[in-house]
Structure formats: structure tokens, C-alpha cells
């Protein structure tokens, strides 16, 4: 089991940067497979990026170039740099973790989530 803290949110201009951080608790995470998920206002959870455990990387259409998903696996965290921010990008951000390696940009394919980090792009 592992538990997951996002950190990093905040308010930013367009064109703007910010960059999430998601702690994850116990000794396998570097075992795990991991993903960044996004809810805007009055919208269901959407993929964002995925990362395997040996860091192969996938990304929504949308964010590609702009945004980077990473890991540290010795420092149990979980990363989304995001440039050139826009309005749309507006949300809830969410990291969420599993063991398993199926169906990467489907929410249910996750079955550890954190609690959400607040990401407003102001124009």
C-alpha cells in the first residue's frame, strides 16, 4: 500500500510555471507506476501524464511539450513540471499510484490517489 501527498499548487499567470510534487509513503515506490490526473470545475477526472517505474513517460495530447512528469525514486516523489501554462489548465491535480501497468490514461487503472492540489491559471 502507499500513500500519496501532492504539494505545489497555487495561483499563476498564463505563460506561467509551477511545479507539483507528490510524497509517497513506504519502501516500494520505485515499483510502482504512476500518473497525474486533472479535474477541472464542473468536469470529470482527466489523464494528464503517466511515468513507468524505469521513467518511459506518456502524455495527453494537450500538455505535450509543455509539461514533463518525472521521478526520484530515492527520494520517494513524484513530479509535474508545468510550463507555459494557460487558462484551461485550470483543475484539481491529482498523482495516483498502482502496481500494475495496464490502461495507463484510465482513473480506474489507479488504486492509490492523493488528496488534490489546486492549480488556477489566471489570464
Known amino acids: 500500500q502507499v500513500q500519496l501527498v501532492e504539494s505545489g499548487g497555487g495561483l499563476v499567470q498564463a505563460g506561467g510555471s509551477l511545479r507539483l510534487s507528490c510524497a509517497a509513503s513506504?519502501?516500494?515506490?520505485?515499483?510502482?507506476?504512476m500518473g497525474w490526473f486533472r479535474q477541472a470545475p464542473g468536469k470529470g477526472r482527466e489523464f494528464v501524464a503517466h511515468?513507468?517505474?524505469?521513467?518511459?513517460?506518456y502524455y495527453t495530447d494537450s500538455v505535450k511539450g509543455r509539461f514533463t512528469i518525472s521521478r526520484d525514486n530515492a527520494k520517494n516523489t513524484l513530479y509535474l513540471q508545468m510550463g507555459s501554462l494557460k487558462p484551461e489548465d485550470t483543475a484539481v491535480y491529482y498523482c495516483?499510484?498502482?502496481?500494475?501497468?495496464?490502461?495507463?490514461?484510465?482513473?480506474?487503472?489507479?488504486?492509490?490517489w492523493g488528496q488534490g492540489t489546486q492549480v488556477t491559471v489566471s489570464s
Open positions: 495516483a499510484a498502482d502496481l500494475r501497468y495496464t490502461d495507463y490514461d484510465v482513473e480506474g487503472s489507479y488504486a492509490y
Open positions: 513506504g519502501r516500494t515506490f520505485s515499483r510502482y507506476a
Open positions: 511515468i513507468t517505474w524505469n521513467s518511459f513517460t
